[in-house]
């Protein structure tokens, strides 16, 4: 399976934009690009999802480079509520989801 | 509102005993996933289903076993409670077969003494 890298941790200030690296250097051409966060003590969400152009819905943005290897999910004003952790992952024929270590976003007011 | 619930939201069982865990869901979505997440980690898949009478090992599936008689329900039974079985224990459903969102049902937290 395509694995994913995402950085531990990240901080961000309240009302600012925060952007969520994720590498998927072995991603194939029928690989989705999933994104769920997990609140405490919650079950993960389904944030947004995609497999080649940009999406965008009410939640966040996601920007994926265009050789795919690489993508970018946005928050456009991070509120205290958006702490959580946050986990990149690659979704092919299935259904499938492997969760990996995820980043555990800190939103400072 | 359609949703997905598990019960109970606690257990505390003893080791060896038999326990079932129960997962709803009314979307009547075809496929159902149960999953562990141990204390500081991502979650684990355990079983899957894509259907009614289908049943697929994921990835710490040894000492589970589930059934799907309806599509409303996947059960995730622990044949003889272990230790390193207390986890919180996710169950997740999805439209199909297709790269679509999967959605989860708030946990059921286990303690095996």
């Given at each position: 399976d395509a694995k994913t890298t995402q950085p531990n941790s990240m901080e961000s200030n309240e009302e600012e934009p925060v952007h969520l690296p994720c590498n998927h250097?072995?991603?194939?051409?029928t690989d989705y690009i999933h994104w769920y966060r997990q609140l405490p003590s919650q079950g993960p969400e389904y944030v947004i999802h995609g497999l080649t152009s940009n999406v965008n819905n009410r939640m966040a943005s996601l920007a994926i480079a265009e050789d795919r290897k690489s993508s970018t999910l946005i928050l456009h004003r991070a509120t205290l509520r958006d702490a959580a952790v946050y986990y990149c992952i690659l979704m092919n024929a299935g259904n499938m989801l492997t969760f990996g270590g995820g980043t555990r976003l800190m939103v400072k007011p | 509102d359609a949703e997905i619930t598990q019960s109970p939201r606690h257990k505390i069982t003893e080791t060896g005993r038999q326990v079932t865990l129960a997962c709803h869901q009314?979307?009547?979505?075809n496929n159902m996933f149960w999953y562990r997440q141990d204390l500081g980690h991502g979650l684990r898949l355990i079983h899957y289903s894509y259907g009614v009478q289908d049943t697929n090992k994921g990835e710490v599936s040894d000492g589970y076993s589930v059934s799907r008689s309806n599509t409303e329900d996947l059960p995730l039974t622990l044949e003889s409670a272990a230790s390193s079985q207390t986890s919180v224990y996710f169950c997740a459903s999805s439209?199909?077969?297709?790269?679509y969102e999967q959605y989860f049902g708030p946990g059921t937290r286990l303690t095996v003494t």
């Open positions: 250097s072995t991603i194939s051409g | 009314t979307w009547n979505h439209v199909s077969r297709d790269p």
